[in-house]
């Protein structure tokens, strides 16, 4: 059985099953989004608390592109991936991972909520015994 994987993912982690002929492995991994500098309220305003919106957008861009490139790093030899989330990350990522050419990687996309790791699991697992029937026996 080669490696299956199925990944969740939303803007501020993702979470990879990587299925194999002996169980799943489970990688976890985080944008750090959360954690970027933000403009915050204070009771004294000066010139420096402002930050124009493009360059938060900017800023926000470029952490994600960091993020999914590391997830995609973590892809490499992989045949099958399965995306999972409930927002625009998993078009993001899937888009990302078109335009780093990662080659013989079939992409299937899927929206689903938040969910707890067994949960994940089971999905991907069924996900893929309901795609390939032969092998699941």
């Known amino acids: 059985m080669s490696v299956k994987a199925g990944v969740w993912i939303d803007h501020r982690q993702a979470i990879l099953v990587l299925l194999t002929s002996t169980g799943h492995d489970i990688k ?29 957008e900017r800023k926000f861009d470029s952490n994600l592109k960091k993020f999914y490139d590391e997830l995609i790093i973590s892809l490499q030899g992989l045949k099958t991936l399965l995306i999972l989330g409930p927002g625009e990350a998993k078009g993001e990522f899937q888009k990302r991972l078109e ?35 032969v092998s699941s026996k």
């Open 99 to 133: 335009s780093k050419k990662v080659s013989g990687l079939s992409v299937e996309v899927k929206a689903a909520d938040k969910m707890t790791e067994g949960q994940l699991v089971a999905k991907i697992v069924q996900h893929f015994a309901a795609a390939d029937p």
């Open 28 to 56: 976890k991994f985080s944008s750090g989004i959360e954690d970027a500098d933000r403009p915050t309220l204070k009771n004294a305003h000066s010139s420096h608390d402002f930050v124009p919106e493009d360059t938060l």
